[in-house]
């Protein structure tokens, strides 16, 4: 039986509703009520008013308790979940996919994008602690998310990831093309390349660059400056920053990543 809500001229747009960390609104009782019949909130929201001492769920107001349906079965009693407004996540999750780095985002943002389709079981993911980057699939966090799902994204940033390890780093980059010299900043690296966060911009993809790496200290044992050629083989989107691969890499050069790698 479909309920009928009882919001017969009761337009006065008064409520505000919690969504996440954030509140939507004012709206009125009809709007609230015309929401949560397309799948927007749910009889469990919350919601306020000027008036109410606190946040309620909307079950619990008096004013939408007639459009609530019944239980199918009496159910016991339990105290309602803290408010939304004090759930907020950590963002510590960094995503590697199309041959970049994005980040950091909440647990819920990272569910957010899986159940939406932007990412999939082949995206790598990382926090603080872990060792060094894996599938999301394979997190005991996210896995549910993946499970029987088939890889739907580019081959290409999932080969890179198999054969090279990659791992957060903050580098001091010097950037040469032609007479340009650049400052800017390396996000990440592996053997292969590294992300570089800059304001400046190649030309093109496929643009030849010599890069003098430095650590943010100077006496870092392990990470010590070192100078690597190769070609830009992506620009970012937002145009402040690209994907770079080492195509001249010396021996001293790639200990020195291996350290960086292991460390």
């Given at each position: 039986m479909q309920n009928q809500a009882p919001f017969g001229g009761q337009n006065v747009p008064e409520w505000f509703i919690a969504i996440g960390d954030k509140s939507i609104g004012p709206m009125?009782?009809?709007?609230?009520?015309?929401?949560?019949?397309?799948?927007?909130l749910t009889w469990?929201?919350?919601?306020?008013?000027?008036?109410?001492?606190?946040?309620?769920?909307?079950a619990d107001v008096p004013t939408f308790q007639a459009a609530v349906p019944p239980?199918?079965?009496?159910?016991?009693?339990?105290?309602?979940?803290a408010l939304p407004a004090k759930q907020i996540q950590p963002k510590v999750w960094f995503l590697y996919f199309?041959?970049?780095q994005y980040g950091?985002?909440?647990e819920d943002e990272v569910l957010g994008m899986a159940g939406m389709g932007k990412?999939?079981?082949?995206?790598?993911?990382?926090?603080?602690?872990m060792s060094d980057w894996e599938k999301i699939s394979t997190l005991g966090n996210f896995s549910a998310s993946f499970s029987g799902s088939m890889s739907a994204g580019p081959a290409s940033a999932a080969a890179e990831k198999r054969l090279y390890s990659r791992k957060p780093v903050l580098a001091k980059i010097m950037i040469a093309e032609g007479d340009k010299l650049i400052i800017g900043m390396a996000r990440d690296i592996s053997i292969g390349g590294m992300q570089v966060l800059s304001e400046f911009v190649p030309s093109k993809v496929g643009s030849r660059l010599k890069l003098n790496v430095s650590p943010p200290e100077p006496t870092?044992?392990?990470?010590?400056p070192f100078v690597a050629e190769?070609?830009?083989?992506?620009?970012?989107?937002?145009?402040?920053?690209?994907?770079?691969?080492?195509?001249?890499?010396?021996?001293?050069?790639?200990?020195?990543?291996?350290r960086i790698l292991q460390g």
């Open positions: 009125s009782a009809s709007e609230v009520y015309e929401r949560v019949m397309a799948g927007e469990i929201s919350y919601v306020w008013k000027e008036g109410m001492a606190d946040w309620q769920r909307l239980p199918p079965s009496a159910k016991p009693k339990a105290g309602p979940p199309n041959e970049s950091p985002y909440a990412i999939n079981s082949e995206t790598f993911a990382w926090k603080d602690g870092n044992s392990i990470f010590q190769g070609l830009v083989v992506r620009i970012h989107d937002d145009r402040r920053g690209f994907s770079f691969r080492f195509d001249e890499l010396s021996p001293s050069a790639r200990q020195i990543i291996e």
